[in-house]
Structure formats: C-alpha cells, structure tokens
C-alpha cells in the first residue's frame, strides 16, 4: 500500500527511482512521482495521475541529470487520485520535499495549526502537512532535528523519506508503521518500503526499526531514535532475495507465474521440516512455545483477507488434529472488540506480507493481554515476523501479483505441518504422523499434475467469462477452499461472487439459483461426498449450471454433469492444498478473457498497510 524510495549515489537517481518504482507497482498504482535534486541544487517534481508508464513518459521529455531524489507510487486515501494528490509533497518554498507511506490520524488539527502559522496548502492529502511542520520547524533547527520535532508531533504511521535542497546529496529516512529497508553498495544507498526495490543493486541491506530514523548520505548512515535520541549502530544483513523471483520469467502475468510456481513454493515450505524418523514436523522457529501451544486452552489465529481463509483452515486441522478448540478472527475485528485472551491463549498472527495494519494492530492488542503470539509470515524480516514473539516463516519466495495465490498454498501449508506437529505432541500415533508426511511429500507433483488442464480450464472460462453473478460451494475442509475461491474471482474479475458451506445453500442463497448463476462445487470423494452430491442435485433441479472439482476417476458425478475439473485424490485434510488450484485458475483465465489487469486490479493494493 503505496512503494516509497529514495536514491543517493553516483548512478543517475531518475533511473534507479524509476525501476524501483516499477518493482513496487503492486503496492499501489493509482499514481507516482517523483522529486530530485537537479545539478543546479534545485527539487524538480513531476507527478502524474494513473500508473507509472504516465510519469515515465512525462519525464522522457526532458533530462534530469540528479544523484539524489525520492519517488512515490500511491494507493489514494486522503484525496482523490490525481496529479496534485500524489507525492512527493514539498514545503511552502519548494526547499523541502517528501514521500510518505502511512497515515497520519490528527491532520486535520495539525492542518488548522499550519494555516494559522500561514502555510499554503495545495492538495488534499494528509502528507502535506508533514512537510509543512518539517518546513515550520526547519527555522531554527538542522533538517533532522527538524524532521524528529515534526514526526513527535504526528498520530500515526509512517515510512518516510525527506530531501532538502539545503542538505544536498543526502536522505532522512524515518519508520513508524510502515517498513523501510536500506540497501548500501558501492558508493550508493537505496531506500525503500521492500527489498523488491533494491535486490538489482545490492543484497546488503538494513531493516530500520520502528521509531527509527537514519540520515544517510553515500558513504555514511546515522541510525538514532526518534523520541529517545538512542543511537543505534547501523547493522547491515544480506538478503536471499534474487532478481529473477521478482520478475515475471515469460509469463504474461506475475499471478500466472505464482500459480505455477505452487509446486516449488511447497516444497520450500516443507523443506527441512519433515521429520520421519520420528513422524512428526520439526518447527525450530517455535520450539520454545511448543509447549504452549499444546497446552492451549485455545489458539486463536487472527488475519485478514487470504490469510483469514487460511486461518480458518488452520482451525479445522488444528482441532482435527490436535484437539485444541481454535477460533478464528479477523484481525480488524479481534482488535476493537475487546477478545476474551486468558491465561493458557496463544495467539497466531498469519500474513503474507507481514505488513497488514490490522494484523499488527491485532498483535499489539493481544500483547496487551499478555498472549503469547506467534507469527506465519511470508515476507522475511517484516514488520510482524519481528513484533510477534516467534515464527514459521512460509518460504514461498515473494508474491507480486495482487492476488494471493502461492502465498495461501505455502499458509495452508505451514497450518498442516502445525497440525500434524501439536497432533503428535497429543494423540496420533507415529503411523498416523508418518503417513501425512508422506502424502505431503507428493502434494507438489498433484498440483503440477492439476496445472497441466490449463487448456480444459482455459475452455471452460470461455462458456463463464460473461456471467456476473457464481456461486462457490464447499463442506468441510473445503468450505474455506470456496471462500477462497470466491474471493480470487471477486477481485480480479470484479464479477460478484459467494463462498457458503454447500449444506447453508438451502437456508436462503438457493433463492439465487436459476440459469444465469453458475455454482462452482467442490465435490471430492470424501467422508461428505454423498451428502455434496445432493446439494449438487438441488442446484440441477433448479436449473442452475452446476461446474464441479471432482476427485480423478469419479465415474458418477462425470454421468451427472458437463462441466468437470479432475483432480488427483489425496487425504481429504489436504485436499485444499489441490482443490484451490482449478479456482485460481478459472478466476486468471476469466479476467484475461474479461481484459482486465490482473495483477494489478482496481481498488488493491498488495499489503494493506492502512487500516
Ligand atoms: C487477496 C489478498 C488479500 C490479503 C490480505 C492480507 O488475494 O491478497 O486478501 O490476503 O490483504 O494480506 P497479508 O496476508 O499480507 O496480511
């Protein structure tokens, strides 16, 4: 939710901004921008409304020789997307300018303080007025300590990044809320809100701490706090991130890359954990409160979105296996609703990027009330894999494309081997244990098995792609699959569709069904297969068109309907990890014959860092 990035160094920083700013696109793209400190030691600003290919084609016109700048692509909240909203934002004599990704809560008291002091405002974003309070007290005052008064006097959350033509050659870069991660090479430093900005200039990077704030030039970085004046010695790490993850490897879009990249994504997420001999997982990031865990009186996993339909899968394996009672909570709930969290609760915070601002302000909460929480988080070093007491990192190499696909097989993943841990830790026996293994083992060659009906998909998205209204039915382990399944259409495709558990469909959305509504059903041959079938025979009765995911080799469902996806049989708890796969798919396939951009749909952003 809004890319920010700065540049100091001996390449041109237009062209690194700009890069950095393609990498982050994902993070919003409802304008860009982009601010640099020209030969003549003056700021040069050009910002354009829509996505970054405008403000590329706007600053091709002319040349731009700089070696410091800040850029920008937003994700609007405060003000439309336009050219005047988006950033950088600059002081009222164009002395000063900022990037900021955040919110900031009190701007509006802030905003009637800087007028009554005479400040011009020109946009309606709630980042203009930092740059005003920068700019007021930058009279009397070095540009940091002018930027820590000014940051002490803001309600909440920021990454942000500050150049003044005062100060050439260097960056103030502060964090609260929103992650920042420094890169340094040869005679450059790179800012950015992800290491995706940086990986193509430098694997060595630093992730600044919350309430951090570094004044950086080339060859030197300053780390202090910005309420305490602690300094703190800066500590470069190097990232395992490479260029090509980022990139799209010839397909059309990073969603269809990702949905292929499932096989690989689980088997890095396994990696390492199956412990046969003893038929169990090993989780060394949680060993010490395994224990807790097990003796939970309750486990409550919190998240949103995605991850949420993940959590609610992590219940049904979790009390499958273990026996634990596990609720599940969207984080933007759990946070207002005062959460009943005892003395034996372990809380679970899941989030693909690690940077969802209701699931860190869940955390906080749970905190609080002195939980215990636990982290399964994707992206590496972010901001909840840090705050939450311990952690199982997913692996599944970074997500770009919007819509979360590799990152919820990778979460359902972790969940399973969770499950499968705190089962053994209390009654499943070795056979038991070592048998899910080894089914888990062949997970990634039944996916690939599954991604090789492309072209049957491809055919059935042609007869759906014009319908504006699906149903997506599932019982059991795979009602969260059609939540899921549901949610992939719904954003991508921007056609109205619902998840229910099959067997709810008779207590109202049958009311729906006629022969406009598809139903997507999934119909595996399971312990509730019988009773599937029948709500797949009250569909047809209704005339509604009934498209199923079957289980390989189901003769009776194949002599009931048209339209069948196979896929290959499993343990019925893992099946999610197959039955979702046909459901990313069909939603790709109908939003690529829809014409929309798919990995960039209207309204999303890739991590929600606003509340
Ligand atoms: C949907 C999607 C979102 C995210 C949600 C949580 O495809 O990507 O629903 O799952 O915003 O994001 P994370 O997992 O980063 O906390």
Not at 353 to 379: F, H, M, P, Q
């Amino acid at each position: 939710m809004c890319g920010i990035i700065g540049y100091t160094g001996k390449k041109n920083s237009v062209e690194v901004l700009i890069e950095g700013l393609k990498r982050m696109e994902y993070r919003g793209y409802d304008s860009s921008g982009i601010a640099i400190l020209n030969d003549n030691n003056e700021i040069v600003t050009i910002k354009k409304k829509g996505e970054i290919q405008k403000l590329i084609n706007a600053i091709n016109d002319r040349k731009y020789p700089s070696h410091t700048g800040i850029a920008h692509t937003r994700w609007a909240t405060h003000g439309e997307p336009n050219d005047i909203n988006a950033h950088p934002h600059s002081d009222c004599k164009n002395e000063i300018s900022i990037v900021h990704n955040g919110i900031v809560e009190n701007f509006k008291s802030l905003k009637d303080y800087l007028l009554s002091k005479g400040h011009k405002f020109v946009s309606e974003t709630d980042t203009e007025i930092i740059v005003h309070l920068i700019e007021e007290f930058a009279e009397d005052n070095d540009l940091l300590t002018a930027v820590k008064k000014a940051l002490k006097k803001i309600k909440g959350t920021y990454g942000l990044l500050v150049i003044s033509k005062k100060l050439p050659n260097t960056i103030i870069a502060a964090r609260m809320g929103s992650p920042l991660v420094i890169g340094k090479s040869d005679k450059q430093m790179i800012i950015a809100s992800d290491a995706s900005a940086i990986i193509s200039h430098t694997n060595q990077v630093l992730y600044l701490e919350e309430g951090e704030i570094a004044e950086i030039t080339v060859n030197d970085i300053n780390i202090s706090n910005i309420f305490s004046n602690h300094i703190t010695d800066p500590k470069f790490i190097e990232i395992d991130m490479t260029l090509e993850q980022i990139e799209k490897g010839g397909y059309e879009h990073f969603m269809l890359k990702e949905i292929y990249e499932q096989p690989e994504s689980i088997r890095n997420t396994i990696r390492g954990r199956l412990d046969k001999t003893n038929g169990t997982i090993r989780l060394n990031g949680i060993k010490k409160y395994i224990n807790d865990l097990k003796d939970a009186d309750r486990i409550i996993i919190t998240a949103c979105g995605t991850s949420w339909h993940a959590a609610l899968l992590g219940k049904y394996l979790i009390e499958n296996f273990a026996n634990i009672p596990v609720e599940v909570d969207y984080a933007s709930e759990f946070r207002y609703r005062n959460p009943i969290v005892r003395k034996n609760t372990v809380v679970i915070a899941i989030s693909q990027s690690g940077e969802t601002a209701d699931t860190i302000a869940a955390i906080y909460e749970a905190k609080r009330k002195n939980a215990i929480v636990l982290g399964i988080c994707n992206v590496i070093g972010s901001t909840i894999a840090r705050i939450t007491d311990a952690g199982i990192y997913m692996h599944a190499g970074p997500e770009i494309g919007v819509a979360s696909t590799k990152a919820f097989t990778s979460q359902v993943t972790v969940l399973l081997l969770l499950a499968i841990l705190l089962g053994r830790k209390h009654h499943m026996s070795f056979d038991e244990g070592l048998h899910l293994i080894k089914e888990l083992e062949k997970i990634p060659d039944k996916i690939n098995e599954i991604l090789n009906s492309r072209k049957y998909i491809q055919k059935l998205s042609k007869q759906l792609y014009k319908h504006t209204n699906f149903l997506y039915l599932g019982r059991g382990f795979n009602y969260p699959v059609a939540l899921e399944g549901a949610l992939k259409l719904k954003e991508i495709s921007y056609i109205h569709a619902e998840g229910y558990p099959a067997a709810e469909m008779k207590h109202g959305p049958i009311a729906l069904i006629d022969d406009n509504m598809p139903a997507l059903v999934i119909a595996l041959k399971d312990s509730i297969y019988e009773k599937i079938i029948t709500n797949i025979k009250e569909i047809k009765a209704r005339k509604g068109h009934v498209i199923s995911i079957a289980t390989k080799g189901d003769k009776e469902i194949g002599s009931m309907l048209k339209d069948v996806i196979y896929i290959p049989d499993t343990f019925e708890p893992m099946a999610p990890l197959l039955s979702i796969i046909p459901l990313q798919m069909i939603s790709y396939e109908i939003a690529v014959l829809r014409k929309l951009d798919v990995d960039k749909p209207r309204n999303l952003a890739k991590s929600v860092t606003v509340e």
